[in-house]
């Protein structure tokens, strides 16, 4: 039996990965369209720098996941997160809500008084914005949550679902008393602890699995698949020109590009027109003196400085040390917005404009550019129809018999860890 794979990331890498243990499975063919596989989890590899698509870091309260992605690399680096928010100019130690005495006087007071008097606590929280003003009150919601969210998203949270929130925990009267007093508390432990690969970038991952594929697997790359066609039991996918037959087809690639090889009724296209998503502008900077700290990512509320995140890749090890400072600079956008329209050089204008405001550089010819690039689909958005949307795209694919994966595949906001979890779990019941 052959099981064919649409897309060449980390969810169908996986999925060969388990698949290749079926005995019912002899062929596992991976069709990728770009040169290499590994998706979001490559890494770019410029001027003697190596670098991901958006930081990458390995995590995971899933234990048996972690230790999975853990396995596939040689060597690791083992680090403890130093994030800090850049907040009128002052470090306030990520989680905000944990290291409330670094606000000034007056911005401290409003989010205290606040969350102890928070007239929201008692409605329900049917979206992102309610969400946050119901758990954290007016204060921290003004000051941090809504800006942030406002600016990588870019989308108003009173439109997103609380899928992304809902399992943020509420912090307690005391612990907001003691963040407001002075004492930093670490928040959100099970990311205060990461791993990173000692070389190559989050990419070591991917090329570990790959590395583990027996003689089933195939991974053909600088594939255009033109059309999927479903052929009584069989599946018919032209590529490259070429006509290749299936038993199994799973689809890993975004749900927007499987509607544009695969005819899909009217109502469905309807429903995957309507998902939304952000793209992802990949900055790589170096400066010439490194005036950051021992500190790995900076998330900016601020409107007028267009990246939402800037982290320091040197943080991430000996292999990523720049011998000053190299940044990874993240600026979101959707197609057809403002930040879509501008060119690369007006681009680095406003990336730069935004590293000298933050104090990572004194002059603008202490910022070199090394690299800058776009990806079109990086942030899946839980706007208010998009569980509606999805249940009724997957019932669809569901009696075609295409098995939807991935974090564009099954348009899910996965990290790796669930990637790989979904994979195998997928791979059982196929
Ligand atoms: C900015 C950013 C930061 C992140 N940080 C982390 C992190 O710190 N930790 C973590 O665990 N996860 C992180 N992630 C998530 C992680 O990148 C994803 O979970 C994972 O890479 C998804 O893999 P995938 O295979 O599902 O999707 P993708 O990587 O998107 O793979 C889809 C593949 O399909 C291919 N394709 C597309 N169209 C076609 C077509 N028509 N024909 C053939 N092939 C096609 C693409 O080229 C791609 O290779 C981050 C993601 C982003 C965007």
């Not at 129809?385 to 019932?395: A, G, S, T, V, Y």
């Amino acid at each position: 039996m052959r099981q064919v794979i649409l897309g060449g990331g980390l969810s169908a890498i996986s999925s060969a990965y388990f698949l290749q243990e079926r005995d019912d499975i002899d062929e596992i063919l991976i069709l990728e369209k770009e040169d290499a596989p590994g998706g979001l989890c490559r890494s770019i590899k410029k001027d003697g720098y190596t670098y991901d698509i958006g930081p990458h870091i390995l995590f995971s309260k899933d234990k048996e996941m972690l230790s999975l992605m853990l396995e596939m690399l040689d060597e690791k680096n083992d680090l403890r997160r130093s994030n800090q928010i850049i907040y009128k100019g002052r470090y306030v130690q990520y989680p905000f809500e944990n290291d409330l005495s670094k606000l000034p006087k007056e911005d401290l007071d409003y989010c205290v008084t606040n969350f102890l008097h928070n007239p929201y606590e008692i409605y329900r929280a049917d979206n992102m914005l309610q969400f946050f003003l119901k758990t954290f009150g007016e204060g921290i919601t003004n000051t941090y949550l809504r800006p942030y969210n406002e600016k990588i998203w870019k989308y108003d949270p009173s439109f997103m679902d609380t899928q992304m929130v809902d399992r943020i925990p509420k912090p307690t009267h005391e612990e907001i008393m003691r963040s407001a007093s002075g004492e930093t508390v670490d928040g959100y432990v099970h990311q205060l602890y990461f791993s990173y690969p000692s070389e190559g970038g989050i990419e070591a991952v991917v090329q570990g699995f790959i590395k583990k594929l027996n003689k089933k697997c195939r991974i053909k790359c600088d594939q255009a698949i033109t059309s999927l066609k479903k052929n009584g039991s069989r599946y018919e996918i032209v590529s490259n020109g070429e006509l290749i037959e299936a038993d199994r087809v799973m689809s890993t690639i975004p749900v927007q590009e499987l509607s544009e090889i695969y005819a899909v009724p009217k109502e469905i296209q309807g429903h995957i027109e309507n998902l939304r998503y952000n793209s992802i502008i990949i900055a790589f900077v170096k400066t010439k003196e490194d005036l950051s700290g021992d500190n790995f990512a900076f998330m900016n509320p601020e409107k007028d400085i267009i990246f939402h995140r800037i982290s320091k890749m040197d943080f991430l090890g000996e292999k990523y040390q720049s011998g000053s400072a190299a940044y990874m600079v993240e600026v979101t956008y959707r197609r057809g917005d403002y930040t879509d329209s501008l060119s690369d050089e007006v681009l680095k204008e406003k990336i730069a404009d935004g590293i000298l405001r933050i104090g990572f550089a004194e002059n603008k010819e202490d910022i070199e550019f090394v690299n800058i690039t776009r990806h079109q689909y990086a942030y899946v958005i839980y706007d208010l129809n998009h569980k509606d949307n999805m249940e009724h795209i997957r019932k669809y694919f569901k009696e075609q018999g295409i098995v939807l994966n991935g974090r564009f595949g099954n348009f899910e906001y996965w990290n790796m860890d669930r990637v790989i979890r979904e994979s195998k779990g997928r791979a059982y019941i196929l």
